[in-house]
Nanobody, 122 residues
Framework: QVQLAESGGGLVQAGGSLRLSCAAS????????MGWFRRAPGKEREIVAA????????YYADSVKGRFTISRDNAKNTVNLQMNSLKPEDTAVYYC???????????????WGQGTQVTVSS
């Protein structure tokens, strides 16, 4: 199994940057596709970005395209989300998740971290 733990959340002003990191355990990490999701107050969980097992393919939600970058380092068992030009509407709990095959459907992901809070002030 894959165990995930997010870090790097915090409070930042609009226009600022933040980098989230997800540390994974288990030697099967490199065979999994990864995704970042978020849940804002009063809203459903939504996909933010995804990356396949090798890092050769990525997906971004329209709301973050051009501002966020997902990356992974299989040698270090980590996946990152670089967030630039942050907006108040980016405020949410951010989760990393793992799935065997590249997928954009939230229900398809098998393993989830506990989440990290990102708050963007006006």
């Amino acid at each position: 199994q894959v165990q995930l733990a997010e870090s790097g959340g915090g409070l930042v002003q609009a226009g600022g940057s933040l980098r989230l990191s997800c540390a994974a355990s288990g030697r099967t990490f490199s065979t999994h596709a990864m995704g970042w999701f978020r849940r804002a107050p009063g809203k459903e969980r939504e996909i933010v970005a995804a990356i396949n097992w090798s890092g050769s393919a990525t997906y971004y939600a329209d709301s973050v395209k051009g501002r966020f970058t997902i990356s992974r380092d299989n040698a270090k068992n980590t996946v990152n989300l670089q967030m630039n030009s942050l907006k108040p509407e980016d405020t949410a709990v951010y989760y990393c998740a793992a799935v065997k095959t590249f997928n954009l459907v939230v229900g398809a992901y098998d393993y989830w971290g506990q989440g990290t809070q990102v708050t963007v002030s006006s």
